[in-house]
């Protein structure tokens, strides 16, 4: 799928690498942002032809690897920092990485040891009811990410209200928690561009995903849809332009597409509400009824989207947790 071209915009150059999969999210954009030295927001993940796909854009500009003075990751999924490591093995000398503080570990080599990024996943499913051999899919999923990506050993943490300026730019460091909870966006004063992440996107509805590893939050009472929607309301008041996000298209109406969110998750709270009425369920259980169509990859966006809506429930006094299980059986209240 063919995506409009971003607008044209003096020190911004838009690169939006083509995704064969997962297809939903069309491409991975990264942004090369100033008149060089420059700082890249994002990397794109490490798939076949990608390095020398930002090799070619970044050429057209008329910058290379070596014009980059930093490189900004907006959260700590692969498809956004998984090519780092290979921009420095291209430029031949460090490029400072920075993250927010909360996703450090995200990007650690840590963090690709099989213990620590199947465990808390094959907990969380089992407690939601997914069959054995749904879990057996997509623990070999998860594995099948690391390959996306290459661990960071020397990233930097940076924190809401954080600058970074250069020659033709001013960027704000703005910390939006809920896709993941050291997520940001990055805003750009000077055209008033936001460069979103994965907290923005115009053509699907971002997943806040829940967060199963709990021994990596500061805050243990940290739920991430709740999180989401604050950090909504944190963008509201922004005087922006356009929004660049970490996939798809541009958009250029942020408070009208922020309103479609808050529509969304208040109808996908309502659809669960009433298909837990019919009797006490497993989250599993609630799939057919809430959604109208998942591909089988993604049956762990289901079941984690609706754990994150639950939680919201239960915060209303509209449902409860009937029994812990595992699996845990939800019921709703009044």
């Keep these: 799928m063919l995506i409009k071209p971003f607008p044209t915009l003096e020190n911004i150059h838009a690169i939006a690498i083509p995704m064969p999969e997962p297809p939903?999210?069309?491409t991975a954009n990264l942004y090369a942002v100033g008149k060089g030295p420059i700082t890249l927001i994002d990397t794109g993940p490490k798939i076949p032809g990608s390095l020398e796909f930002i090799k070619k854009k970044l050429h057209l500009a008329s910058f290379d690897c070596n014009d980059i003075e930093r490189i900004i990751v907006t959260h700590g999924h692969v498809d956004h920092f998984g090519l780092a490591v290979s921009i420095q093995e291209t430029a031949g000398r460090p490029i400072e990485c920075f993250i927010h503080t909360e996703d450090r570990w995200r990007v650690s080599r840590e963090n690709f040891r099989e213990d620590l990024w199947i465990e808390g996943m094959e907990r969380f499913m089992t407690m939601t009811g997914m069959p054995k051999r749904e879990i057996q899919k997509m623990r070999n999923r998860f594995l099948s990410f690391r390959s996306l990506a290459d661990p960071l050993e020397d990233v930097y943490s940076m924190d809401d209200g954080d600058e970074f300026k250069g020659d033709g730019y001013h960027l704000t460091v703005i910390h939006t928690p809920g896709h993941s909870l050291g997520a940001c966006c990055i805003y750009e004063s000077r055209h008033k561009v936001l460069f979103s992440g994965d907290h923005i996107i115009k053509h699907i509805t971002p997943n806040p995903f829940v967060e199963v590893n709990r021994n990596h939050l500061r805050d243990t009472q940290y739920q991430s849809l709740r999180a989401y929607?604050?950090?909504?309301?944190?963008l509201a008041g922004l005087d922006v332009r356009f929004v660049f996000p970490g996939h798809g298209e541009y958009i250029d109406d942020l408070h009208g597409i922020i309103s479609s969110y808050r529509v969304h998750h208040r109808e996908r709270m309502d659809l669960v509400w009433k298909a837990l009425k019919k009797q006490s369920r497993t989250i599993y259980d609630l799939i057919d009824?809430?959604?109208?169509?998942?591909p089988e990859n993604d049956v762990f966006l289901a079941v984690s989207e609706l754990f994150v809506h639950l939680e919201i429930l239960i915060n209303e006094g509209r449902a409860a947790l009937a029994d812990p299980g595992p699996p845990a059986l939800y019921r709703t209240l009044g």
Excluded: A, Q, T, W
Excluded at 229 to 234: A, C, I, Q
Excluded at 289 to 294: A, E, K, T
């Design 24 to 26: 939903d999210l069309i």
């Design 229 to 234: 929607l604050e950090s909504l309301d944190k």
């Design 289 to 294: 009824d809430v959604f109208r169509f998942v």
